[in-house]
């Protein structure tokens, strides 16, 4: 026997109702908030929330500390004229053999220059109270005024056998310097802290100078540094920059498509199939190169090449002359620049692809097996398809970390021979902060700089849409 609630059936008018009720009718939970809650405003944070943004923060300082900001900086400079000379504070006016050549390139006339050249010692007004506020001997003073006034001499020398004529004559050689300094009414080699001190030195002169030409001097005398485009301009109109884009594609898609993903991938699919032992002393071998220090690397590699090294003395009993290797010419260079950075970088990917494949599920090749398949078609219909995501990141990584590496280049061949060897990076490094003439223009070295990561970001950005990096991605299944 069953016993139970006993449900009746629906009466007529139960159906009435339900049909009258609204189809979007739905028990909703209340809104309403308990007595005693806090009510949260729309932007509140959880507690969660709240604490993951503070285990955050050091990471933001630091990656505006050590990439934003420099980045932001490196931009700004590159927009300057800065370099050895100028410094990077605000500059000063000093008329000099530079300055005249700039001057006369610009037209300037030849009277002024003579002028503006000359090197004038004259008794004036002006000039004697200027002795007279620099605390030059009242007697000396006066008797120039009474018996000199008006004269002038060409040079220091000259002005200074005066003096030395003169019954007022300073007692020594520091008094005669100090005595001949306020009558100097030139602006040759002088150096003027501000701009209106040297404008009130070219008034000084009385050249009956007009306003461009003012302008043209004032520019030329100015030491300091100025807002300018012409780094960039003079970057893009020099057939040099484009070589320098070549070797650099060349030496980054050489390293990378030959060493750092192709032969990569080669060791970490050989290791695969290797016993275990086996493959961890391979693995640990390839390792060394990274591990060692950069400049002992490099010296094994260049006692390799040296014209008494390694390659020379066994191919001395063929008949084959002895010769620097590296550096011989830049075919053998190339080659060599390559392989230092290749077996380098090799062993990065190494490890990625092989941490890769070994998360590959092994049902996987015992159903490949199972199902006749060979060795190499494991790796090319199961091994390479579960590669995509590690080799786009190897790919771009590399590709980035080669556009701004240099150090290898700079040990090895250091752009030689000639500059054929010289990538962008290590061109910006000889630009702002070693080269053969001394001065180190900064400016323009930023300007390389930015192009780098110009160059870095539209290669990023091809890496992503070549592999399809919205399909490696896709969104969670549960939150879909």
Same mark, same amino acid.
């Given at each position: 026997?069953?016993?139970?609630?006993?449900?009746?059936?629906?009466?007529?008018?139960?159906?009435?109702?339900?049909?009258?009720?609204?189809?979007?009718?739905?028990?909703?939970?209340?809104?309403? #908030?308990?007595?005693?809650?806090?009510?949260?405003?729309?932007?509140?944070?959880?507690?969660?929330?709240?604490?993951?943004?503070?285990?955050?923060?050091?990471?933001?300082?630091?990656?505006?500390?050590?990439?934003?900001? =420099?980045?932001?900086?490196?931009?700004?400079?590159?927009?300057?004229?800065?370099?050895?000379?100028? &410094?990077?504070?605000?500059?000063?006016?000093?008329?000099?053999?530079?300055?005249?050549?700039?001057?006369?390139?610009?037209?300037?006339?030849?009277?002024?220059?003579?002028?503006?050249?000359?090197?004038?010692?004259?008794?004036?007004?002006?000039?004697? #109270?200027?002795?007279?506020?620099?605390?030059?001997?009242?007697?000396?003073?006066?008797?120039?005024?009474?018996?000199?006034? &008006?004269?002038?001499?060409?040079?220091?020398?000259?002005?200074?056998?005066?003096?030395?004529?003169?019954?007022?004559?300073?007692?020594?050689?520091?008094?005669?310097?100090?005595? !001949?300094?306020?009558?100097?009414?030139?602006?040759?080699?002088?150096?003027?802290?501000?701009?209106?001190?040297?404008?009130?030195?070219?008034?000084?002169?009385?050249?009956?100078?007009?306003?461009?030409?003012?302008?043209?001097?004032?520019?030329?005398?100015?030491?300091?540094?100025?807002?300018?485009?012409?780094?960039?301009?003079? @970057?893009? !109109?020099?057939?040099?920059?484009?070589?320098?884009?070549?070797?650099?594609?060349?030496?980054?898609?050489?390293?990378?498509?030959?060493?750092?993903?192709?032969?990569?991938?080669?060791?970490?699919?050989?290791?695969?199939?290797?016993?275990?032992?086996?493959? #961890?002393?391979?693995?640990?071998?390839?390792?060394? =190169?990274?591990?060692?220090?950069?400049?002992?690397?490099?010296?094994?590699?260049?006692?390799?090449?040296?014209?008494?090294?390694?390659? !020379?003395?066994?191919?001395?009993?063929?008949?084959?002359?002895?010769?620097?290797?590296?550096?011989?010419?830049?075919?053998?260079?190339?080659?060599?620049?390559?392989?230092?950075?290749?077996?380098?970088?090799?062993?990065?990917? @190494?490890?990625?692809?092989?941490?890769?494949?070994?998360?590959? =599920?092994?049902?996987?090749?015992?159903?490949?097996?199972?199902? &006749?398949?060979?060795?190499?078609?494991?790796?090319?219909?199961?091994?390479?398809?579960?590669?995509?995501?590690?080799?786009?990141?190897?790919?771009?990584?590399?590709?980035?970390?080669?556009?701004?590496?240099?150090?290898?280049?700079?040990?090895?061949?250091?752009?030689?021979?000639?500059?054929?060897?010289?990538?962008?990076?290590?061109?910006?490094?000889?630009?702002?902060? !070693?080269?053969?003439?001394?001065?180190?223009?900064?400016?323009?070295?930023?300007?390389?700089?930015?192009?780098?990561?110009?160059?870095?970001?539209?290669?990023?950005?091809?890496?992503?849409?070549?592999?399809?990096?919205?399909?490696?991605?896709?969104?969670?299944?549960?939150?879909?």
């Amino acid at each position: 026997m069953i016993t139970g609630r006993c449900v009746s059936p629906p009466s007529e008018a139960q159906d009435a109702a339900v049909e009258q009720r609204s189809p979007d009718t739905r028990v909703r939970p209340s809104r309403v #908030a308990p007595p005693g809650a806090r009510r949260r405003g729309r932007f509140a944070m959880s507690t969660s929330a709240r604490l993951g943004l503070v285990m955050l923060a050091p990471s933001f300082v630091i990656v505006v500390l050590l990439f934003l900001a =420099p980045v932001i900086l490196t931009g700004v400079f590159s927009f300057t004229t800065m370099t050895t000379g100028t &410094g990077i504070r605000a500059g000063a006016y000093q008329i000099d053999d530079v300055a005249g050549g700039t001057l006369r390139s610009q037209g300037v006339p030849a009277d002024v220059l003579e002028r503006l050249g000359a090197e004038l010692f004259a008794i004036d007004d002006t000039t004697l #109270a200027a002795a007279r506020q620099a605390g030059v001997a009242e007697a000396l003073i006066s008797e120039l005024a009474a018996s000199h006034r &008006g004269e002038s001499f060409s040079t220091r020398l000259a002005f200074e056998r005066f003096l030395k004529s003169l019954s007022a004559r300073p007692a020594t050689t520091r008094d005669l310097k100090e005595a !001949s300094a306020p009558f100097r009414r030139s602006i040759v080699n002088t150096r003027y802290e501000t701009r209106e001190a040297f404008l009130a030195a070219l008034v000084s002169l009385d050249l009956k100078l007009d306003a461009a030409t003012t302008a043209k001097i004032e520019d030329a005398a100015y030491t300091g540094w100025r807002w300018t485009t012409a780094n960039y301009t003079r @970057m893009l !109109s020099s057939a040099e920059s484009f070589y320098r884009l070549l070797r650099t594609v060349l030496y980054v898609g050489a390293t990378v498509a030959l060493f750092n993903v192709g032969f990569a991938l080669l060791l970490a699919i050989t290791t695969f199939f290797l016993p275990s032992r086996t493959a #961890a002393a391979m693995r640990a071998l390839w390792l060394l =190169p990274r591990i060692l220090p950069p400049v002992l690397y490099v010296l094994l590699w260049k006692w390799l090449a040296w014209d008494n090294g390694f390659i !020379s003395t066994v191919l001395a009993p063929f008949g084959v002359a002895s010769r620097n290797w590296l550096l011989d010419n830049s075919v053998n260079a190339w080659i060599f620049v390559i392989l230092i950075n290749g077996f380098v970088g090799a062993s990065m990917g @190494m490890i990625i692809f092989s941490s890769a494949i070994r998360a590959i =599920p092994e049902t996987l090749f015992y159903a490949s097996a199972t199902d &006749g398949a060979s060795t190499l078609q494991q790796v090319r219909h199961v091994i390479l398809p579960q590669l995509r995501w590690p080799i786009l990141f190897v790919t771009c990584y590399q590709t980035l970390s080669l556009l701004a590496s240099f150090e290898y280049i700079l040990l090895s061949t250091n752009g030689q021979p000639g500059t054929t060897t010289e990538v962008w990076a290590l061109a910006a490094y000889h630009t702002a902060l !070693s080269n053969y003439t001394g001065n180190l223009e900064y400016g323009l070295g930023a300007a390389l700089a930015i192009v780098l990561v110009v160059i870095g970001l539209i290669a990023s950005t091809a890496y992503l849409r070549l592999f399809n990096f919205a399909a490696l991605v896709p969104p969670p299944r549960i939150e879909q």
